[in-house]
Structure formats: C-alpha cells, structure tokens
C-alpha cells in the first residue's frame, strides 16, 4: 500500500516506552559472553516488553538451541537473532491492504469501545482520498446515537458520503445500504463501522458475523479486510480482542492505535505468535495524518534505537 507515508520521529515517539524494555535488553547482552543465566534473563525481560510468554519462550529457545551447538557465544549475537527473529514474523505480503480486483474495496473496521476505532477510520479515509480514491462510510455502529455523529462529522471534514440508520436499526441492514449505495455510485473503497462491542458479548458478536453474511452476499469476496483495531497500551488484553474478533468476523489484520502513547510496541510480537495475526497499520497520532504501515524492519529498529543507556 504504497501511498501510506512513513511518519519516522512521531514512530521513535510513540516507542519510547518499549525502548524503556528493550533497551535494558540491549545494555544488558552488549559486552557479555552468553551463558545459561543470561539466556533464563533475556526471556524475562522479553515478557516484562510485552511480547508474551509463548514468543519470549520460542526466541529464546532459539538463543539456547545455538549457544549449545556453540554457534553463538556472546551477547551480542544473541541481540542481533532477537532482530532477526521479529523481522521476519511478517511475511510482506501478509502485511498488504487487499484491494478488489473490480468493484469497490470493502472494509470493516471492528474493535472494542475506547480502542481509538472511529479515528482509525478517519485516518484510513484519509489516506485514501489523498490517493485520489472515493470513499463511502457506512456507520453501522447502531447501539450508539454519538458513535454515529462522531462518524458524520468526520465525514465532514473529510468530505466523503456517509451511509446511516436509524437508532438502534440492524447493523446488517446498514451495511447492506452503504455497500448498495457504494456500487451504484461507484465508489473505490466503503468503510464500514461497526459496535464497539465487546469480544465477550455473545449477542453482539453475533451481529458482526451477520453484518459480514450480508456485505457477502451482495459483494463477492467481500469484505476484502477485516481491521481489528487494538489500543497499543492495552497490554496483554489485546490477545483475547484478537482471539474472539477473529472467530466472529473473520479477521484479517490488525490497526494498532494510540502508538503516540506509553505503548509498549512489544505487543505486536505477542499478536503475530499467538494469533498469527499481521499488524498492517499504526496510528502515530491523533490526526487524520498520523497513519502509517507497519514495517518490521523499521520497526524493530525504533523499538532498540538509542536505548544503550536503558537499564
């Protein structure tokens, strides 16, 4: 997704926290000879990063696996398979927005209450008018009057159409009208909201499996995304959002928000191992601009930049 810009200093910002983690990692192998006590450290210190106990277990079995054979022996080398390792959980092409082949693009957008969902919308909105696409929102977030005026006003601002219902009308039948209304205007991308229900509400999940029967059934091999947006600060909570979103809509990505925060961008390894899920955007701040593709690489990179003095 070529046309997403990569916003580098508000990315380093928004990791200052992990390099708090990370860094005490890079202090503490830099100038060492590896050896079973350093190794049982490095796991803990990867979990209090928030990369999770299934991934701290699997790298640093790695580590261990190596130091045994004798095929790595000091600190350092230990640093640079960490790197190694995380970049390559996320194949690029994993890490793609899907656009439709003909037709429009439909994305739905899903997440919990106070995940920062409705301004990711935006931000993706954004993103894709300033590549000359046209957008049509769908607010199919019923439940709530304001999350339905939240969205109208942002489509103001954005100046793009908005498709809504009446309170506490069928989500469904919202989704419906904005993906009718969308191919009989012929528009690029739709963009649907949904509830910002939660992942253990059973009747509510259920209405999110229906909303995605009904964008199927009127436009093949849609929805073509599936964005589960998850707040960056929310920790290890965020493993059990991504668990039960997916099975009730399909996930195909996650939107990591709030990056501009005290997150802990260890996370993203935590989500890939556990949910095999890939991060395909971050929001790096509050507005509409402040949106980027996830890039391991870079990354990884920002989450061990300047963090030598870390303890």
């Known amino acids: 997704m070529a046309f997403f810009k990569s916003v ?3 990315l380093k910002s928004g990791l200052a926290k992990t ?32 990369v999770g106990v299934v991934a701290a277990r699997n790298l640093t079995k790695g580590i261990r696996d190596a130091y045994t054979k004798g095929e790595m022996t000091k600190g350092e080398d230990a640093l640079d398979y960490l790197k190694r ?56 977030d019923t439940f709530r009057a304001g999350a339905v005026r939240q969205l109208e006003i942002w489509a103001e601002r954005l100046g793009v159409d908005i498709v809504k219902g009446q309170e506490r009308s069928d989500p469904a039948a919202v989704a419906f009208d904005a993906c009718a209304a969308g191919l009989a205007r012929g528009v690029d991308v739709i963009i649907l909201d949904t509830a910002g229900r939660l992942q253990t509400q059973a009747g509510l999940m259920d209405q999110l499996t229906k909303i995605r029967r009904v964008v199927e059934k009127k436009i093949p091999d849609a929805p073509h995304e599936v964005l589960l947006v998850l707040d960056a600060t929310a920790g290890q909570n965020a493993l059990r959002q991504a668990e039960g979103f997916t099975a009730a809509a399909g996930v195909t990505g996650i939107f990591l928000s709030k990056l501009d925060g005290t ?49």
């Open 8 to 10: 580098i200093g508000k």
């Open 85 to 140: 390792e995380i970049k390559a959980m996320w194949p690029k092409e994993d890490r793609q927005i899907r656009i439709a082949e003909s037709g429009p693009t439909v994305i739905l957008v899903t997440g919990v209450n106070g995940a920062g969902k409705t301004t990711s919308i935006a931000k993706l909105c954004k993103r894709f008018t300033d590549d000359d696409k046209t957008v049509l929102l769908g607010a199919c």
């Open 263 to 311: 997150a802990r961008g260890g996370m993203v390894v935590a989500i890939r191992e556990q949910t095999d899920l890939p991060v395909k955007l971050i929001g790096v701040g509050e507005t509409p601009d402040d949106i980027e593709p996830f890039e391991p690489d870079r990354f990884v990179e920002a989450m061990f930049e300047e963090s030598a003095s870390a303890g």
């Open 19 to 50: 390099r708090e983690s990370f860094g005490g990692i890079v202090s503490m192998l830099t100038g060492k000879k590896l050896d079973e006590e350093l190794i049982a450290e490095i796991e803990a210190r990867l979990i209090r990063a928030d």
